[in-house]
């Protein structure tokens, strides 16, 4: 008999979670005004609003967490990260940060201003934040494939070169700071950019004298991917892939939450030593002094260890495997989700699900406090809400997926867990029919209104 799959770590520590009943989470939506960040995490059975900083630290990270150096200059701890990350990615230079949006933050002061344009593969809301309020644009040139959930594209984080190629043709060198590839791309459903579209892209932006960055939350899962779908790489191991997909980059921020395997944190690293010298300035004024950046010495120590754990393939194995897991029982149940399952999350099309609910009373929305009432797991809308209104006509922005999204918490949650989730979704799809009616919005702030947005039955 073949053995089946099991996990290659054992549980050292446990921590309780309360199963509520249907009545109270009715009663604790309305109190949240139907706003599911409203909620408390102690009135969460499953959380599922994110995989960023959720996840459980090794007992190897706990030890070197003990051995923290927290020396306001040249910290051991600051030693053992560069360390790690110049191992990992071959960048010298490290500037951490308190997490990856100051990365941004950081980088962005130095290389993006006022009319600038920086293309890249569906860009995080964060950064994209950060390149609009220095008055530039971000440009999407994703391959079309990516807005069809069902096409099984292996890449589907890949760059159309020809629209790259356009945005460098149409603008000066000048205006175009750096191509942007976010590994995994978050936006587009976790969804992995081949080794083969990286050297591309690094060929094309060579040609054209424009940097590229990565922004790589997720870059281990996307190394891993590379591993198990591009050929020619199934005998690499994850650290030799993540050494070339580094080696087409110039530079590269990171939310240490996701792939390095903490609670918080994020860092800049990279080759080019003027750019180091600038960045350093801003992270002297926005994070902290350049050795530490926002982060604890023993914060930096459990990085420079979850980053080695974190690209090794039999974790990874564990860890997407999972995700898949979820992604093929809810395919298995006929529920419409982001096809291929991406790396952290699973992406469900609300249209689909809830087809009598109309668009102006957000049906992803809908659907997530709906999977609330049943079980008690929270996930997040990635539909209208967050796309929120055009910032001159003041009307919503109707995105072409009404997506909810069940992200999966690193080492966290058993393939119980996972069962009880696929269950209670596929208990709401059963009455989806019955589901008519969505929500209004009572009160939203000006920008940004997803978090705070407070909401009615319509
Ligand atoms: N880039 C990507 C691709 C991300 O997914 C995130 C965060 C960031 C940058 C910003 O990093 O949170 O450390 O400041 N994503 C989280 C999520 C919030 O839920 O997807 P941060």
Request: aromatic content about 10%; overall charge negative.
């Amino acid at each position: 008999m073949n053995l089946p799959y099991a996990e290659p770590f054992r549980i050292k520590m446990v921590e309780e979670i309360y199963q509520s009943t249907r009545a109270e989470r009715e009663q604790w939506l309305k109190e949240a005004n139907y706003n599911l960040f409203n909620l408390k995490s102690s009135q969460v059975f499953i959380d599922l609003l994110t995989d960023s900083g959720t996840g459980a630290m090794s007992d190897r990270q706990w030890g070197a967490l003990m051995t923290g150096d927290e020396s306001y200059a040249g910290s051991r701890s600051f030693e053992q990260l560069q360390n790690s990350v110049e191992k990992i990615t071959g960048f010298k230079y490290l500037l951490p940060t308190h997490q990856g949006r100051a990365a941004e933050n950081v980088l962005f002061s130095v290389l993006v201003k006022e009319g600038d344009v920086v293309p890249g593969n569906s860009h995080f809301d964060t950064t994209k934040g950060h390149i609009e309020f220095r008055k530039a644009h971000a440009i999407d040139c994703t391959i079309d494939e990516a807005f069809d959930i069902n096409n099984l594209h292996p890449f589907k984080g890949n760059i159309n070169l020809e629209k790259l190629e356009a945005v460098y043709k149409s603008h000066p060198k000048e205006s175009i700071p750096f191509c942007l590839i976010t590994i995994t791309c978050n936006s587009s459903g976790g969804q992995p950019v081949s080794l083969e579209n990286m050297k591309a892209v690094k060929a094309l932006s060579d040609q054209y004298g424009i940097p590229v960055f990565f922004d790589s939350a997720r870059f281990a899962e996307n190394a891993y991917f590379i591993k198990k779908r591009e050929q020619g790489q199934e005998n690499r191991s994850i650290k030799e892939i993540c050494k070339e997909i580094f080696s087409y980059g110039d530079g590269m921020t990171m939310s240490s939450k996701k792939d390095g395997l903490v609670n918080i944190g994020g860092f800049i690293a990279l080759n080019n030593e003027e750019i180091f010298r600038k960045a350093s300035n801003f992270t002297i004024i926005y994070e902290g002094f350049i050795t530490y950046g926002g982060m604890a010495g023993r914060d930096m120590a459990a990085l420079a260890v979850g980053l080695d754990e974190a690209t090794e393939f039999a974790y990874l194995e564990s860890r997407i495997s999972q995700v898949e897991y979820l992604g093929n029982k809810l395919i298995e149940y006929g529920i419409p989700v982001q096809k291929p399952i991406g790396g952290h999350a699973v992406f469900i099309d609300s249209l689909n699900f809830l087809p009598n609910v109309s668009r102006e009373e957000y049906p992803a929305q809908t659907l997530g406090l709906e999977i609330y009432k049943e079980a008690g797991i929270r996930t997040v809308e990635i539909g209208t809400l967050l796309a929120d209104r055009d910032p001159e006509t003041r009307q919503n922005r109707y995105p072409k997926l009404e997506l909810v999204r069940l992200a999966i918490p690193r080492r966290t949650y058993t393939n119980n867990h996972m069962d009880y989730i696929a269950a209670a979704i596929k208990n709401v799809y059963e009455r989806r029919e019955e589901i008519a009616k969505g929500y209004k919005i009572t009160w939203e702030p000006e920008i940004l209104r997803h978090f705070t947005v407070q909401l009615e039955k319509a």
